[in-house]
T-cell receptor
Framework: DTGVSQNPRHKITKRGQNVTFRCDPI?????LYWYRQTLGQGPEFLTY????????KSRLLSDRFSAERPKGSFSTLEIQRTEQGDSAMYLC??????????????FGQGTRLTVV | LAKTTQPISMDSYEGQEVNITCSHN???????ITWYQQFPSQGPRFIIQ???TKVTNEVASLFIPADRKSSTLSLPRVSLSDTAVYYC???????????????FGKGTKLSVIP
């Protein structure tokens, strides 16, 4: 399978704990995005990487959230001191930019986080 | 980014053509119109993108009038498997210099009835 892969698919954690999600983009894609989606809403942009550089961060990304893409391949999203309001689906997407053109974004199946 | 307005939900019988219209009155000159489909517990999937007139691919057609203040996604002969949420987005383009940041609204929940 050469699509975007996210792990784990589901995560249940107690309030106050830290969690980390992983995203493996399509291999030739140099752009990687994180989105968050709550029930009944469309996905909301969180952050974006081009290769290993984090170029955009939404104001939704509080200081408890951190994302990395250390070698320009996979990415991790960490949430520290989780709160019940962090319960959501966390989606990763990737796209390719070559010769000034973007491909469309391809999404993974997401990680569903439940904070109890 | 231009705001979009689309119906919250639509119902259709199997085999019918479905047209979902999206309003984007404040669309900018350089903005493209993109539609995504999302099934429950899955990430969104790109359907089609266009700038003006008509675009057709193997999945859908996209009609954009001359003023570009609205667009219509047309799904021919829908089946039960087309039951999903459809999002209309404005502002991204293949040739944009910036990121491919997507701004989703609440989408249109299409229910296909047997």
């Amino acid at each position: 399978d050469t699509g975007v892969s996210q792990n784990p698919r589901h995560k249940i954690t107690k309030r106050g704990q830290n969690v980390t999600f992983r995203c493996d983009p399509i291999s030739e894609h140099n752009r990687l995005y994180w989105y968050r989606q709550t029930l009944g809403q469309g996905p909301e942009f969180l952050t974006y990487f081009q290769n290993e550089a984090q170029l955009e961060k939404s104001r939704l990304l509080s200081d408890r959230f951190s994302a990395e893409r250390p070698k320009g391949s996979f990415s991790t999203l960490e949430i520290q001191r989780t709160e019940q309001g962090d319960s959501a689906m966390y989606l990763c997407a990737s796209s390719e930019r070559q010769g000034g053109m973007n491909t469309e974004a391809f999404f993974g199946q997401g990680t569903r986080l439940t904070v109890v | 980014l231009a705001k979009t307005t689309q119906p919250i939900s639509m119902d259709s019988y199997e085999g019918q053509e479905v047209n979902i219209t999206c309003s984007h009155n404040n669309i900018a000159t350089n903005d493209y119109i993109t539609w995504y489909q999302q099934f429950p517990s899955q990430g969104p999937r790109f359907i089609i993108q266009g700038y003006k007139t008509k675009v057709t691919n193997e999945v859908a057609s996209l009609f954009i009038p001359a003023d570009r203040k609205s667009s219509t996604l047309s799904l021919p002969r829908v089946s039960l498997s087309d039951t999903a949420v459809y999002y209309c987005l404005v502002g991204v383009s293949y040739s944009g210099a910036g990121s491919y940041q997507l701004t989703f609204g609440k989408g249109t929940k299409l229910s296909v009835i047997p």
